[in-house]
C-alpha cells in the first residue's frame, strides 16, 4: 500500500467562486411561525453566510488543520485521507475513529491530544496511536461506485494493516458505528475491541430471539416516532441522492441549510447552535464540503446502506468487546438503546450514559469521551 504525506491546500480560484456564489445566494423568504420549525432559520442563515463571505479565514484554518500529520493512502483503486498521530511516548494502541454525516474527520481532531498523550491532560491511561480517516465520498477522501459499512470496514482493515498493525481498535458514531461493527463481525481476528458512541445497526430480532423487553419495546416505539417526523432527510439521501446533489453543490446556502439543520438538531445545543459550536468550526465543516465538491458521494452512504446490505443476518453477532460512550442530549432526539437491546449484537463490556452531549460526541465532548474510550481500552 502506497503511503504519502498530504497538505491541504485550496486553490484560491475556488475561494473567490465561493465567496462569489455566497453573495449572488437568491434567498427564499422567511417560513411563518416559530423560527426553524420548518427547517434552518432564514436570519441565522444570511448572519452566517455573511460572515462565511466577510469574515471568515479558511486559510487560517488550512495552517490549523495543516499542524496535524496528514497523509493518503491507495487502498486499490481508490485513494482515502487520512489523519495519523502516533503516541507522544512509547508505543501506543492503534485506534481507527470513524465520524459519519453529516460530519468529517473534523469532529474527531479534538480527542487527538488527548489520547496520544494522556496524562498530559489528566488521564491516567494508555496512549493511543490515532487514525482518522476520512470516510470514502467525504474530505478528500475518494470514492469507489459502491460503499457499504462492509466495503469501508474491509478498507479500513486494508489500512491498519498497511500502517504495520497487527492488533488494533476502531470507533466512531453514526455511519462509524456501522464501519466499526462490520470490522469486527467479518474480521475479528485483529480487533482489540470497537467504542461506539450511537448504536447505528439493528440487532436481529426475528423468529427465534427473545421477545423484547419493556424498555426496548418503548425504545422501538421513540425510534418511529422519530421517524415520523424528522426522517426526511434520510427517505431523500437513500433513494435519490444524486437529484439532491445538484442543487446543493451548486449552494453554499443550500448546503449550510442542509447541513447546519441536522447539527443543531442532533447536538446538545438546546437549540442554540453557535452557542455550542463556534462560526469558525461550522464553516471550517462547510469549507470542506464545499471546496471538495463531496455532498452529494457523502450522501451516498445513505443509498448503499439501505440497497446494499447494512444489516445484521440472523446469528450474527460482535464477539469482540464493546463500550458504549452514550450521547443522547440530543435538541431532536431518538434517544439511546437501552443496553439489553446492544447486548442483542454486541459484547458490552462497558456502558456509560454521559450526562452532556449528543450526536457529535467527540465534537461536543472531546474529554469525557477521551475519557471513556482510554478507561474502556485499559479494561480490556
Known amino acids: ?61 488550512e495552517r490549523r488543520l495543516n499542524a496535524f500529520k496528514h497523509f493518503r493512502a491507495e487502498l486499490g483503486d481508490i485513494h482515502i485521507r487520512f489523519v495519523h498521530e502516533r503516541a507522544r511516548e512509547g508505543s501506543g494502541i492503534p485506534l481507527i475513529l470513524t465520524h459519519g454525516w453529516p460530519s468529517s474527520f473534523l469532529e474527531f481532531l479534538p480527542l487527538v491530544p488527548l489520547l496520544t498523550d494522556p496524562k498530559a491532560h489528566g488521564i491516567n491511561a494508555p496512549a493511543f496511536d490515532i487514525v482518522i480517516p476520512s470516510l470514502p465520498g467525504y474530505g478528500f477522501s475518494e470514492r469507489p461506485a ?12 486494508g489500512l491498519m494493516h498497511g500502517l504495520g498493525y497487527e492488533r488494533y481498535g476502531a470507533g466512531g458514531g453514526d455511519f462509524g458505528a456501522g464501519v466499526a461493527t462490520y470490522m469486527a ?31 426496548e419495546s418503548a425504545y422501538v416505539a421513540q425510534v418511529r416516532q422519530w421517524d415520523e417526523v424528522e426522517r426526511g432527510y434520510s427517505a431523500i439521501q437513500s433513494t435519490r441522492p444524486q437529484t439532491l446533489g445538484y442543487a446543493l453543490n451548486d449552494s ?92 442483542r449484537l454486541y459484547d458490552v463490556r462497558r456502558w456509560t450514559p454521559m450526562p452532556s452531549g449528543g450526536h457529535f460526541g467527540a465534537a461536543e465532548e472531546p474529554e469525557r469521551l477521551a475519557r471513556d474510550i482510554a478507561a474502556f481500552f485499559a479494561e480490556i
Open 185 to 215: 463481525i467479518e474480521n475479528p481476528a485483529p480487533m482489540i475491541g470497537i467504542h461506539l458512541t450511537t448504536m447505528e445497526l439493528w440487532p436481529p430480532t426475528g423468529e427465534g430471539t427473545r421477545p423484547l423487553t419493556e424498555a
Open 1 to 61: 500500500m502506497q503511503i504519502t504525506p498530504f497538505t491541504i491546500s485550496v486553490p484560491d480560484d475556488v475561494l473567490s467562486d465561493l465567496r462569489a456564489r455566497i453573495l449572488h445566494t437568491r434567498w427564499p423568504d422567511q417560513a411563518p411561525g416559530t423560527a426553524w420549525a420548518q427547517g434552518t432559520d432564514l436570519e441565522y442563515l444570511k448572519r452566517l453566510l455573511s460572515y462565511w463571505a466577510h469574515g471568515f479565514d479558511w486559510r487560517a484554518q
Open 252 to 343: 453554499p446556502a443550500g448546503l449550510a441549510a442542509w447541513l447546519l439543520e441536522k447539527w443543531r438538531a442532533w447536538s446538545d445545543s438546546n437549540g442554540d447552535l453557535e452557542g455550542h459550536f463556534s462560526p469558525d468550526f461550522l464553516l471550517t465543516m462547510l469549507t470542506l464540503y464545499w471546496v471538495t465538491e463531496t455532498i452529494t458521494p457523502s450522501m451516498r452512504d445513505y443509498y448503499d446502506n439501505r440497497w446494499h446490505g447494512a444489516g445484521i443476518p440472523p446469528g450474527d453477532r460482535v464477539r469482540v468487546p464493546a463500550g458504549f460512550a452514550n450521547f443522547d442530549n440530543n435538541h431532536v432526539s431518538e434517544g439511546s438503546p437501552p443496553r439489553e437491546w446492544a447486548e
Open 146 to 157: 459502491q460503499a457499504s459499512y462492509r466495503t469501508v470496514a474491509r478498507m479500513w482493515h
